[in-house]
């Protein structure tokens, strides 16, 4: 730890704040929440504990306002995706796209909010569910705007695009980037589409989205 050059370097709050949780998230998504204490946390900030305790009173305040960050990061993102474009195919492919370009972020943050330790923690656990929750929001309203589809039924297919785009996203870390993201998220992305395209647009004719099947089996008979 550097404490002497902590002491020739003052630096004003927000800046330090902001140096103490890059320091944070380093550790935490090397170690984990439960391996990692204050002191790691401040040795990799180069200043002393009660420093470190001057902005945050505990570890898991610590972790929460991380938390906070990178979830509020993944919402809004998947906001600025969805109002980009008025091409319904264009935004389910830069919905994909967000997932994969925040798994790929540098720092691997996104183990903060997909795979902590810590999600047993109810403040975790209902960050987390909030964080989920918006991002399917603003999938359904987008889902309800422009086809004939009911809020029950545009959560549900909202979850699962999340839950899809969340599940590949990982997946291709996982594998080590073994396909190129652009091809990726393509890939992902015409998947998503080919379910969601199915669904008619506002004033076109309703159709059943078990009548292919019916038809398919009425076929092979």
């Known amino acids: 730890m550097n404490s002497a ?6 630096l004003p709050r927000s800046e330090r704040r902001a140096q103490l949780l890059l320091a944070a998230q380093e550790v935490f998504v090397s170690r984990g929440y439960h391996a990692t204490s204050m002191d790691d946390i401040a040795d990799r900030a180069g200043v002393s504990k009660p420093v470190l305790y001057q902005h945050f009173a505990s570890k898991l305040e610590l972790y929460l306002a991380l938390l906070d960050g990178r979830a509020t990061e993944l919402v809004e993102r998947i906001r600025e995706a969805l109002d980009r ?4 195919k264009e935004r ?3 919905a994909m796209r967000v997932y994969f370009d925040f798994v790929d972020a540098q720092g691997e943050a996104f183990r903060l909010v997909f795979e902590s330790d810590q999600r047993n923690d109810p403040a975790v656990a209902e960050r987390v569910l909030r964080m989920e929750g918006e991002c399917v929001a603003a999938l359904a309203d987008t889902i309800m705007a422009d086809t004939q589809v009911d809020e029950s039924r545009a959560e549900l297919l909202a979850t699962g695009l999340v839950g899809a785009a969340e599940f590949a996203a990982r997946k ?16 992902m992305s015409t998947l998503a589409w080919r379910g969601i395209s199915y669904f008619p647009l506002e004033g076109e004719e309703e159709r059943d989205p078990l009548d292919e099947g019916r038809s398919h089996k009425d076929h092979q008979e």
């Not at 474009?85 to 319904?88: A, F, P, T």
């Not at 291709?172 to 890939?187: M, T």
């Open 92 to 94: 389910v492919n830069e």
């Open 85 to 88: 474009s008025e091409d319904n």
């Open 5 to 10: 050059g902590e002491g020739r370097i003052r």
């Open 172 to 187: 291709w870390i996982a594998a080590g980037r073994s396909v190129p993201k652009e091809e990726a998220v393509a890939l």
